[in-house]
């Protein structure tokens, strides 16, 4: 079904264009290519187990039409009144972080426990993916280290309105949380595909790793911290690619296409497209 996965990867443009424009060019592109992917897998014949596939993408499908932005009518200006606080809002980089993230977590989790059977992944793909997932846990615990510091400088500066280091420390990790949990299942996933010789699955599965950086640092972006150390986007934050009037979601934008990427890959790999058998005879003597 080739037209099917090139009206999901159309889709898929359109959503990512959606995104990066911040203006909706049709809002419902993101379900539909989900749906148009789900529709695929159950036609196609996924490998076995046959249902792992289609309920993966089923609770890519349920958290998209959740999401679906509203229309641009509706959107607008209005008043915002912000009160001066010098506590620290714990659980709100994680809130927007696992918002954004708990559905592909969900089903990256969901197939890795389908495919955990079967003997040791190759020392080669176990290297790349402890490798990876040491690197990205590692800048998260650094990125958290750094802005403990940098909260217990500031109130060591000033005598009033100080945060608790513990509070901020505290939350910085629960912001991280969600993107550390996306990398190591979508690495883990990795290499269980590897192993089993889905070569274009393991690609899709290894692009949410690569997608959980961006999610970190917006994590902790959500997180109400002192001005001297929120200040500070992280090395894959808002201004890893710099916005502009034409183009103001640039980072979102590419999150966005590394995911869809990673659905549309997984989708194409982890169905059957195997050929026939063909029996060897051998020739008859005349």
């Known amino acids: 079904?080739?037209?099917?996965?090139?009206?999901?990867?159309?889709?898929?443009?359109?959503?990512?264009?959606?995104?990066?424009?911040?203006?909706?060019?049709?809002?419902f592109a993101e379900p539909v290519c989900l749906a148009v992917l789900l529709v695929y897998a159950l036609v196609a014949g996924p490998r076995s187990p046959r249902w792992a596939l289609p309920a993966a993408l089923g609770v890519l499908l349920v958290d998209a039409v959740r999401t679906i932005p509203p229309p641009p009518s509706t959107s607008g200006y209005a008043w915002q009144v912000?009160?001066?606080?010098?506590?620290?809002?714990?659980?709100?980089?994680?809130?927007a972080a696992a918002a954004g993230s708990w559905a592909p977590i969900v089903a990256l989790i969901l197939l890795a426990v389908v495919w955990w059977r079967g003997s040791r992944p190759s020392w080669a793909v176990l290297g790349i993916t402890v490798t990876m997932a040491v690197l990205i846990t590692g800048y998260a615990a650094y990125r958290v280290i750094v802005i403990g510091l940098g909260v217990r400088d500031e109130n060591a500066e000033r005598s009033y309105g100080q945060a608790d280091t513990g509070d901020a420390v505290t939350a910085v990790v629960l912001a991280v949380l969600p993107g550390v949990v996306l990398a190591l299942a979508a690495l883990t996933l990795t290499a269980l595909l590897a192993?089993?010789?889905?070569?274009?699955?393991?690609?899709?599965?290894?692009?949410?790793?690569?997608?959980?950086?961006?999610?970190i640092d917006a994590g902790i972006g959500a997180v109400s911290l002192p001005f001297s150390v929120h200040g500070e986007s992280g090395l894959f934050g808002w201004s890893m690619i710099l916005p502009t009037l034409s183009?103001?979601?640039?980072?979102?934008?590419?999150?966005?296409a590394l995911m869809m990427t990673a659905f549309l890959l997984l989708a194409a790999g982890l169905t059957a497209r195997r050929?026939?058998?063909?029996?060897s005879h051998p020739a008859r003597r005349t």
Do not use: I, N
């Not at 264009?17 to 809002?27: E, G, I, N, S």
């Not at 912000?82 to 994680?94: N, T």
């Not at 050929?275 to 029996?279: D, Q, S």
């Open 1 to 27: 079904m080739p037209y099917l996965l090139a009206a999901a990867v159309l889709l898929a443009l359109t959503h990512v264009a959606d995104v990066l424009l911040a203006t909706p060019v049709w809002r």
């Open 82 to 95: 912000l009160k001066p606080s010098d506590g620290v809002d714990v659980p709100s980089g994680f809130e």
């Open 195 to 215: 192993r089993d010789g889905h070569r274009l699955g393991a690609a899709g599965a290894f692009l949410p790793a690569l997608a959980a950086l961006p999610l």
């Open 247 to 256: 183009m103001p979601a640039p980072v979102p934008a590419l999150t966005a």
């Open 275 to 279: 050929a026939p058998a063909v029996a």
